[in-house]
T-cell receptor, first 111, second 116 residues
């Protein structure tokens, strides 16, 4: 079964700062990769996904992620965060028909 | 995106009772539905996968007699926590997936279960 690692569970930064969240996975087969966001009091929403093709994928709200196969990584980035980006971010990997989640990053953006 | 609803959003029950949680895909047909459990500050843990009209597949360590899953139609799946105990208190989230290639999973808002 696959596993997903996210580091630095709590991230606090100021508006306009850049954000990068790391995601590493372990799985030997073909994977689909996802980043989900959960805003306070809301359900999980898809930010972006990678299935194949260009390893640099762009998602909603200015987020992007890069799949680096050799590093088994799928890091999420946003060049300039806003207060409204305060949320929990989950990396997920689907392999063998199972979607496995990382523990999440709690991101707090200070106005 | 597609919408998945869960009902109830919160439930409090006494130890030993059973609780049923419903998950519905509102505007699409979900051939596969998933049930997750989320502990505070932890990841979503997959409990089981259910395909419409067939028995659910449970993950290792999940008691199928305790967590009964029924996926009777393409838009409804239910999770029944039988003889609930305080350690079953958790946040339960369902997810539904469409059929076809590049299919995406859509998540419900979750149900907070508290067993007294």
């Amino acid at each position: 079964a696959q596993s997903v690692s996210q580091h630095n569970h709590h991230v606090i930064l100021s508006e306009a700062a850049s954000l990068e969240l790391g995601c590493n996975y372990s799985y030997g087969g073909t994977v689909n990769l996802f980043w989900y966001v959960q805003y306070p009091g809301q359900h999980l929403q898809l930010l972006l996904k990678y299935f194949s093709g260009d390893p640099l994928v762009k998602g909603i709200k200015g987020f992007e992620a890069e799949f680096i196969k050799s590093k088994f990584s799928f890091n999420l980035r946003k060049p300039s965060v806003q207060w409204s980006d305060t949320a929990e971010y989950f990396c997920a990997v689907r392999g063998n028909n199972r979607l496995a989640f990382g523990k999440g990053n709690q991101v707090v953006v200070i106005p | 995106g597609a919408v998945v609803s869960q009902h109830p959003s919160r439930v409090i029950c006494k130890s030993g009772t059973s609780v049923k949680i419903e998950c519905r895909s509102l505007d699409f047909q979900a051939t596969t539905m998933f049930w997750y459990r989320q502990f505070p500050k932890q990841s979503l843990m997959l409990m089981a996968t259910s395909n419409e009209g067939s028995k659910a597949t449970y993950e290792q360590g999940v008691e199928k007699d305790k967590f009964l899953i029924n996926h009777a139609s393409l838009t409804l799946s239910t999770l029944t926590v039988t003889s609930a105990h305080p350690e079953d208190s958790s946040f339960y989230i369902c997810s539904a997936r469409t059929s076809g290639g590049y299919n995406e999973q859509f998540f419900g808002p979750g149900t907070r279960l508290t067993v007294l």
